[in-house]
């Protein structure tokens, strides 16, 4: 999967995509990530990438040239799917991850100020996404949450895959709890079926907290 951010903030990726997880699935070159500076697509002299709002209004609105401009030219002859960050998308979710990762091509643009041009959203973004409901000051976190939701999910990046399948909101299900040594600690025990060695119990008893987990915590997601 090759991903292209396209941010005014180049630097805010580099700690999150060269750490961890997200480097060793750009060095095992199971994805390519390429941050691209917005302002070295403006046309403008001085690299300017926002303006005031026609109509009038408090703040500033980007640009629509280096936004539209940058978009055609990473994506060159490529097919894409071209996304937004912004607060009024479509919220993330487990199945909006699992989709975008078997895309190809993604291009990601963060927003910024009051917003941007309406023209950029009609020319070039396939779908708006918010990682949640509530305001950001720009769209660069949420495009590091969207990358992070995205990669773990490319086959081979995380080290057991079985371990996609029993994690929170596959099955519309929170995680059941999980425990390592010591076996007593500091007086709190570890339940007795997992140190039973009975796996049929162990399922069942992982499968029931499961349940009363979501139920208590997310009865939202239960219900579905
Ligand atoms: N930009 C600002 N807030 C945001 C959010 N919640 N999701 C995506 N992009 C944003």
Redesign the pocket.
């Known amino acids: 999967m090759k991903i292209d951010i396209i941010t005014i903030f180049p630097e805010m990726f580099r700690p999150v995509l060269e750490e961890s997880i997200m480097k060793r699935a750009q060095e095992k070159k199971l994805c390519s990530i390429t941050v691209h500076d917005l302002r070295d697509y403006t046309d403008d002299k001085h690299r300017k990438v926002d303006d005031r709002p026609f109509g009038g209004g408090p703040g500033m609105v980007m640009l629509a040239q280096p936004l539209v401009d940058a978009v055609k030219k990473i994506k060159g002859r490529r097919k894409c799917k071209v996304l937004l960050?912004?607060?009024s998308?479509t919220v993330l979710k487990q199945s909006l991850a699992k989709h975008l990762s078997n895309e190809k091509n993604l291009v990601i643009i963060c927003?910024h100020y009051e917003g941007i041009d309406e023209r950029v959203r009609d020319l070039v973004v396939d779908e708006c996404?918010?990682?949640?409901?509530?305001?950001?000051?720009?769209?660069e976190l949420?495009a590091m949450v969207v990358v992070d939701t995205v990669v773990r999910l490319i086959p081979g990046v995380l080290g057991k895959e079985a371990s996609l399948e029993t994690e929170s909101f596959e099955h519309n299900l929170l995680e059941y709890p999980q425990y390592t040594r010591p076996a007593n600690f500091r007086g709190k025990k570890v339940p007795d079926v997992l140190l039973s060695g009975n796996h049929k119990a162990i399922e069942e008893w992982r499968h029931q907290q499961a349940v009363a987990k979501t139920k208590k915590f997310r009865p939202d997601i239960i219900k579905k």
């Open positions: 960050m912004c607060p998308g927003g996404v918010s990682i949640g409901d509530y305001v950001l000051t720009g769209g949420p």
